[in-house]
């Protein structure tokens, strides 16, 4: 019980080994995941993109169609073409 114990040497021990070069492949496989999450999330929000303009396109020519139709009925169809 009458062993010194020095403070300045604490933390400079771990209790686990480590093979060579570990944190270096962590921090490349860390890298490496967090590109391809972020390649995946941007291929899906141009996924998305492409979605609402053929949904934006869809509604726009249904609405052209309705309203071409209206004025074919209301109007002679001399009149549609001049």
Avoid: V
């Avoid at 490349?28 to 053929?54: G, P, T």
């Amino acid at each position: 019980m009458n062993k010194e114990f020095d403070f300045d040497d604490i933390g400079k021990k771990t209790p686990y080994r480590t093979p060579d070069n570990f944190f270096d492949w962590q921090g490349y496989w860390l890298f490496r995941l967090i590109y391809r999450r972020e390649m995946y999330l941007q291929e899906l929000r141009i996924c998305w993109l492409w979605i609402e303009a053929a949904a934006i396109r869809l509604i726009n020519g249904f609405m052209n169609c309705r309203m071409r139709s209206w004025k074919s009925s209301s109007t002679s169809l001399i009149m549609t073409y001049f």
